[in-house]
């Protein structure tokens, strides 16, 4: 399997019940899913990922409606300039923003670099 490719870690309950969605929302929520702890994409990046470039707007509408998180990390999704955009799961904008930050810390601590959407990594 190559390294762009990466295996679900969903657990096989919630794959079944993600096919119950729309196909679209599938694509989103199972490339969402791969997105590595204390990392980010932006919408266009998730987009191009499941082959769909022109569907940002759409993929935001997917990750809107997503009831799986935080197993589907939705809050790893960020808008184009790199600012956070939407979030729909309680607390909004201010609960994405602390599960990011709780992600980096925790990801700092094992000396990862964290690829962040809208910013150059040094």
């Not at 929302?25 to 082959?51: F, H, M």
Request: proline share 7%; glycine share 10%; aromatic share 6%.
């Amino acid at each position: 399997m190559s390294a762009k490719k990466k295996k679900s870690l969903l657990p096989p309950l919630l794959l079944r019940k993600l096919r119950t969605y729309p196909v679209f929302y599938q694509q989103v929520w199972l490339a969402c899913s791969k997105i590595p702890l204390g990392e980010t994409l932006t919408y266009g990046e998730l987009a191009r990922r499941i082959n769909r470039p022109r569907a940002a707007r759409a993929v935001g509408q997917a990750l809107a409606k997503n009831p799986f998180a935080p197993l589907v990390p939705c809050h790893r999704v960020v808008r184009g300039d790199g600012k956070l955009g939407g979030y729909s799961a309680a607390g909004g904008v201010k609960a994405k923003a602390a599960l990011l930050e709780k992600e980096r810390l925790s990801r700092s601590r094992t000396g990862a670099p964290a690829k962040v959407a809208g910013r150059k990594n040094r």
